[in-house]
């Protein structure tokens, strides 16, 4: 999968989102930096999702099994 990543200029430097994940959003001083932040945002984003997931299914049954997104 493939995600896409948007940097903007500002008077601080630059911040950063990711278009598909909303919530994943982030800012640097440098091009780098915001590169790295954003990965992080993006980690962040997903634990913090798969967290609230995990306390709605307490006590559910429910299966679970890895998701590949591919390109068609």
Not at 37 to 50: F, G, P
Request: charged share 25%.
């Amino acid at each position: 999968m493939r995600l896409t990543a948007v940097y903007m200029p500002v008077a601080e430097g630059y911040v950063g989102f990711v278009e598909e994940l909303p919530g994943a959003n982030t800012q640097g001083a440098t091009m780098d930096e915001v590169r790295e932040n954003l990965k992080e945002a993006v980690q962040l984003v997903l634990d913090a999702n798969r967290e609230l997931a995990e306390q709605s299914l307490a006590g559910q049954n429910v299966s679970r099994e890895p998701f590949d997104l591919t390109s068609t």
